[in-house]
């Protein structure tokens, strides 16, 4: 499957964004979607998952204030990130795990810049 995400941008600190991705092919199969990110200079970390079976995890970093969900039926996966905070900014990908992948497919990336 192919991933673009989209939602981007630059904010204040205390505002919000929302990320998309949108798959190519059904996502009702996939095992998990999920949103990591990467800050220059460092690894990419998990921010967010949503399973199959709606089960959610965050990242002890975001917990309350960014929410995952997905849309089956249009086979996209969004990342609602409010209260956002300097330390967010980084690029933002989308993962898409099967259940025969390990590490899943990746998006290309959309950069979430936030100023103090």
């Given at each position: 499957v192919q991933l673009q995400a989209s939602?981007?941008?630059?904010?204040?600190?205390?505002g919000s964004?929302?990320?998309?991705?949108?798959?190519?092919g059904s996502i009702f199969t996939m095992k998990s979607m999920?949103?990591?990110?990467?800050a220059?200079?460092?690894?990419?970390?998990?921010?967010?998952?949503?399973?199959?079976?709606?089960?959610?995890?965050?990242a002890d970093s975001?917990?309350?204030?960014?929410?995952?969900?997905r849309d089956n039926a249009k086979n996209t996966v969004s990342l609602q990130m409010n209260s956002l905070k300097?330390?967010?900014?980084?690029?933002?990908?989308?993962?898409a795990l099967s259940w025969t992948q390990v590490t899943g497919s990746w998006g290309q990336g959309t950069q979430v810049t936030v100023s103090s």
């Amino acid at each position: 499957v192919q991933l673009q995400a989209s939602g981007g941008g630059l904010a204040q600190a205390g505002g919000s964004l929302r990320l998309s991705c949108a798959a190519s092919g059904s996502i009702f199969t996939m095992k998990s979607m999920g949103w990591y990110r990467q800050a220059p200079g460092k690894q990419r970390e998990f921010v967010a998952r949503i399973t199959s079976d709606g089960n959610i995890n965050y990242a002890d970093s975001v917990k309350g204030r960014f929410t995952i969900s997905r849309d089956n039926a249009k086979n996209t996966v969004s990342l609602q990130m409010n209260s956002l905070k300097p330390e967010d900014t980084a690029v933002y990908y989308c993962n898409a795990l099967s259940w025969t992948q390990v590490t899943g497919s990746w998006g290309q990336g959309t950069q979430v810049t936030v100023s103090s």
